[in-house]
């Protein structure tokens, strides 16, 4: 679905090994940069800026797990260096190197579903489909 334009996501998932493991229902991602000024003696302003180390942050919110992954055993607190995969009309953006920081649980009985997982990721890679 199209918004006054803006391209909205039609899948995100969480992938293991090449295996989609969990789908998503929405995410919220904050990037940040570290950067640092260049001064210079008797200047009143920095000279350049230097950019810095990249960090992404993306909190999940509702993960579902595939039937596979159930079989498979699936346990979200065991999840290390998976990608997160969001494919939009026009493009898709893949989150690699990823690590949980924090996951938050509710539930019901039988069902596989977390509630929220913060996700640091190493790296973020976007391609036009």
């Known amino acids: 679905m199209n918004i006054g334009g803006f391209p909205t996501s039609s899948d995100i998932y969480i992938e293991v090994d090449g295996k989609k493991v969990a789908v998503v229902q929405s995410y919220a991602a904050r990037s940040s940069k570290t950067s640092q000024t260049v001064e210079a003696f008797g200047e009143d302003q920095p000279v350049a800026t230097i950019p810095g180390q990249r960090s992404h942050v993306i909190e999940l919110t509702r993960l579902y ?44 009985l039988g069902a596989m579903v977390v509630e929220k997982i913060t996700v640091v990721a190493a790296k973020r890679i976007e391609t036009t489909v």
């Open 65 to 108: 797990a595939t039937d596979e992954a159930i079989r498979d055993g699936i346990n979200f607190h065991e999840l290390e260096d998976f990608s997160l995969v969001i494919c939009k009309p026009d493009r898709k953006i893949i989150y690699s190197g990823c690590q949980w920081s924090s996951i938050s649980e509710n539930g019901a």
